[in-house]
């Protein structure tokens, strides 16, 4: 049988919106609407498996209804822009899964659903409609079900006529009568005053219609409600007119184009990794498997004796590890690319070999690499020094274009129509089926990577220079790139026993807490259950079900954060998940990776991987260790230094990005304040809230620091009233006072964005860039992400940035001075040493000297530090 399903694009939207947190991806583009939307879809096909498909769209704010009456859905709040730049990633996602959609110019969605749903139940179709608005249970029939979504996304209540019939009394037919007399606030339909729903049901069981209830107001008891059914008659009859979906729209569109036939894997796989949807990406059926493109033949020598003549100054490298972390992989091979031909190096000649040892240490040899961290790291742990590098593709590709997938050098080369190089993936293949292919299939492989790294660096150098980034390649992200290396070479120390007591600790502390919550329940039941624990809150304690799920009730953190002040046990269930997340992501998650030789953890810092040049932490990721939890905090005890006697040093940037605004937006009122080393919160507090800095309460302070940061990543009013808990009014009125007292960053706002329409990309202070396709888009959503994109990284890449130049600077000078203290990790802003005792007093000077003046600014950087036994007595 065919089935035609039909989505109400902008209701479901709008549900998953505001039924999830606000969730983005690393680029800074917010999901959660998109997230929702792609769950309720992927549960659509898996289980409704429809023949037809289309999702129905609002054209948009004005329709013919309004022609009836004007203030039709007149109160409706501006869409927060949160949510605006989602829907061009709605529309790609239903393009990947090719799904059709249409919208109609002064029509709504509903219109073009009761237009196809009508035509298709009379061609024989079983019909599902999928909304969050209620109006649509008009439609419901014999062969159609309206499926609405419940506070959740994929949660839904099905409609037919039997179950409207239970619900309401009424047919679906009825419904519009229902919303003649009540109304709704949602669309702003008036309705008739006085008249709610259990009146309107009343009057429509006993006169079925508006029209025939108002031709027998007689028989109508009730002096009021028979008052205000004459006096609003016409109301009525309007109201009903207005719920009314059309059936007959006049649509460009036929039954036969909404035929759904699959999606695009590679397309939908594409852009979950671009979304950050690493959970989907498993549901999705595998790819095939690309297959080996046609390659020019090329010549090459395997080693089986190495002599200096095949080691050449000016030669690309490469030293295979195909592990993602670099740290404990075996080295598969090496190849060399010079004037002298293409070589392949076994690994165990290249590793016996004295020659070659010091080729690789020699800082006079130049050598061309791709991800040279990568390979220093992998040498060192065979007690190579790798040295000389001058190239790095990798990082040139990243600073050419920071949005470009750089998986490999393959997928860089083909940027540049080279393609005599295959993808790592076609040679060994991935997941559960990856393997080292034999000798001579990695040797051709390797010396194909070297001789397309030795092909394209002029190419990307030329392109650098003419973007006038060479400095930034040379000067600092090259030199990074050994600081970074040398980091991740040492670790940090971990106190293993120091971890296992706390997990103990915490194990205790869970027991205590699973013994208050089992009495204030008055049983026992598996708190980690979110079907018993549902049981317990809403049925047994009689706590009001704020949401719903396919499998119950919803137990999820934002619910409980809101029932916490009606029960005891709420605050205590919320402890109790936060101290089993400690427990298993950071306790247990950190004994796994502390290296066994080192005691030591060894992170991998992504320098490739962001837009605005910041770097990340993977395996572990050390820049999220918890820091708003006490027990969170103390994790921070574990980390010590790796030698008796010595001390964690941190140092960070004071209120960086702020200072940054100050110097790029050059508005005299944030220089003063920062000359002046005000208290910046203290004073913006003051400004917006017209008060003396005496009358600063904490929360004005509060306040006036959300408003600081978030200008910085242009929030608006939307986003600042859930951060603060606020009216959107009131968000709006903070944000206008702010733009008020400091107009220069207003205008910097407005500056930036017509720059970068002219050039399309902004740029850091030391010439990062950031392409911005999107900025002169004629889709408004798309374009007010790039607009707010465009304010905010020439602030946070210039943050990032400085704190690049500061640890090249800080290794430099800890070299120049012969001191012991080394750079263990960078955490955004801060900077963690550690460091001899004795040498603690001139670090105290030489740190914040060193990372003040890492760029001059027109208003002064500022360093804060500490240090102590650990980590954790470092803040």
Known sequence: MKKLVLIDGNSIAYRAFFALPLLHNDKGIHTNAIYGFTMMLMKILEEEKPTHLLVAFDAGKTTFRHETFGEYKGGRQKTPPELSEQFPFLRKLLEAYRIRTYELDRYEADDIIGTLCTQAEKEGFDVKIISGDRDLTQLASEHVTVHITKKGITDVESYTPETVKEKYGLTPAQIIDLKGLMGDASDNIP?????????????LKEFGTVEQLLDSLEQVSGK???????????????????????????LAIALEDTKYEGYDAEKVTALFKELGFQS????????????????????????????KEILTDDAAVVVEVLEENYHKAPILGFAIANEKGNFFIPVEIALSSATFKQWLEDDKMKKSVFDAKRAIVA????????????????????????????????????????????????????????KVPDESALAEHLVRKAAAIRALKDTFIADLKANEQYALFTELELPLTLVLADMEFLGITINVERLKAMGEELQGQLQALEKEIYELAGQVFNINSPKQLGTILFEKLQLPALKKTKTGYSTSA??????????????????????????????????????????????IFNQALTQTGRLSSTEPNLQNIPIRLEEGRKIRQAFVPSEQEW???????????????AHIANDENLIAAFQQDLDIHTKTAMDIFHVSAEEVTPQMRRHAKAVNFGIVYGISDYGLSQNLNISRKEAAEFIERYFASFPGVKRYMEDIVQQAKQTGYVTTLLHRRRYLP??????????????????????????????????IDLAERLQKEEMRARILLQVHDELILEAPKDEVEQLTKIVPEVMEHAIELRVPLKVDYHFGPTWYDAK
Do not use: C
């Open 191 to 203: 309705g008739v005053p006085g008249i709610g729903e259990k009146t309107a049901l009343k009057l």
């Open 224 to 250: 009021k409600v028979k008052e205000n059914l004459e006096r609003y008659r016409d109301v009525a009859l309007m109201s009903k007119q207005l719920a009314t979906i059309l059936r007959d729209a006049p």
């Open 280 to 307: 989907l990406l498993g549901k999705l059926a595998p790819i095939e498997q690309e297959q080996p493109a046609h390659l020019n033949a090329i010549s090459y020598t395997i080693v089986d004796h190495i002599t």
């Open 379 to 434: 040498l060192r742990w065979k007690g190579i020094a790798m040295r000389g590098v001058d190239f790095d593709l990798l990082i040139a590709s990243y600073l050419l274009n920071p949005s470009q997938s750089t998986e490999d050098i393959a997928s860089i080369a083909k940027t540049k129509q080279y393609t005599d190089v295959q993808p790592d993936e076609i040679v060994y293949g991935k997941g559960a089926k990856q």
């Open 558 to 603: 934002d619910v409980l954060e809101k029932l916490a002040p009606q029960h005891e046990i709420v605050e205590k269930i919320l402890h109790y998940r936060q101290l089993g997340k400690l427990q298993s992501t950071y306790i247990e998650g950190l004994l796994k990776v502390v290296h066994e030789d080192t005691n030591k953890v060894h992170t």
């Open 647 to 661: 001390v964690i040093f941190a140092a960070d940037y004071s209120q960086i990005e702020l200072r940054v605004l």
């Open 774 to 807: 999107d900025i002169t888009s004629r889709n408004f959503n798309l374009r007010s992400f790039a607009e707010r994109t465009a304010m905010n990284t020439p602030i946070q890449g210039s943050a990032a940035d400085i704190i690049k130049k500061a640890m």
